[in-house]
């Protein structure tokens, strides 16, 4: 039930100094209902960061300063939507959505409730609220000298996990680095005026009928079409495709085969327009749309026109050629005209070999990185584990334990008089 909810911890069994807490004693929620900004309203720079709930630390920037939060402590910033957790310095600004902004009660280091706030796995509702499940949650409590130290010790290790993504995150870089500069070495950096064209290969080009569709993927029994995002990543997916309707039914010519080469004739944007891919697998019910175009050309050359349409110097001539300010489009005629390098058949064939070895090279680069990136995010996931079970560093049976924290925290508040609430008095009349 959704009334009863709330986080889930990987073990119930504390060591002997530690206890649970509730949300009111291990976190102060001073979320600011008045100081915040909209997102329309952010800069791109600005004195004071703007915090709000989306994956990025910083959402934005802003120059005012009668919305910045009045506290003067490090945070911890909680996405009430994303169930992001950031730990947040002063000065800064809050965003307007769903931005939760939790200091210490008094019984947890900011840090440790943190790393806490991560561990934590709380119910995951899509775009729903869910700060009511860390609300519900009990928290472990650990001694505060204890806390300190899991602190530090989680501190030096996120560093070293941060130091491995950031070598991982360099990968793909590189990985396309090696793609441009094989693909400059194969098909040159200069057009040459002597180049034949692309008609020259017997270039044949068809498109398909505009029409308006379902925009879903069609079932088994019905017909589609492609969208450009069907070839824009130069890897044919399918299941990028919308739904034609029951009464068109589409020429037999416009049927997408094994082979073909298809490319985006037009797009919002022009780093899009021209995108090839090679359909390597014959799709069931798929037909060309007005805006994927097939290409043909002559028996032999369809491997090399393909590589050509990808490498840099076949992009910046489609993207010249290319026409239109918020929707860009190539034409036929244009395309027809661009140049490229024809040598011999076995140094074509060389060239290809090189090309796909070291794409094949690159390709195992980013799948390489990609598989220890999902490790370096299990082991980080497995230490924060580990320190809420009490396991990632030695008890210290001199440390005061946490239930007399927490009986000073709770007699002190006992004793503290809460703020009444009531109506501000009306200035008397001048």
Known sequence: MDDQERGVWSSVTLPFNWGWCSFEEFFDDITDGKRKLAEKHYDLDGPFKVIDQGQALVGGYTSRAELVHTTEQTVVVFGDHTRCVKLISPPFVQGADGVKVLASAGAADIRYAYYALLAVEIPAKGYSRHMKFVRRTVWPLPPLAEQRRIVAKLDALAARLARARAELDRVPVLAERLRRQVMAQVFGQEVQAHWPTLASLDLMIHAGKNLKCDERPPLPEEKGVV??????????????????????????????????????????????????????????????????????????????????????????????????????????????????????????????????????HADRMEAEAARARALIDRLEAALLAKAFRGELVPQDPADEPASTLLARIRTQRAATPKPKRGRKPKEAAA
């Open 227 to 360: 969208k450009v995002s069907a070839v824009s990543s130069e890897i044919f997916r399918p299941l990028e495709s919308k739904t034609l309707p029951e009464s068109y039914c589409p020429p037999e010519r416009d049927r997408i085969v094994a082979g073909d080469l298809l490319l985006a004739r037009a797009s919002g944007s022009l780093s899009l327009v021209g995108r090839v891919s090679l359909v390597q697998e014959e799709p069931r019910n798929l037909y060309l749309s007005d805006k994927v175009l097939r290409l043909r050309v002559r028996d032999g050359f369809q491997e090399w026109a393909f590589a050509f349409l990808r490498s840099p110097i076949g992009r910046a001539q489609v993207e010249d050629a290319a026409s239109g300010i918020s929707m860009h489009n190539i034409t036929q005629g244009n395309l027809a005209s661009l140049r490229l390098p024809l040598p011999p058949d076995d140094e074509r064939q060389a060239g290809l070999a090189l090309i796909n070895s070291a794409f094949a």
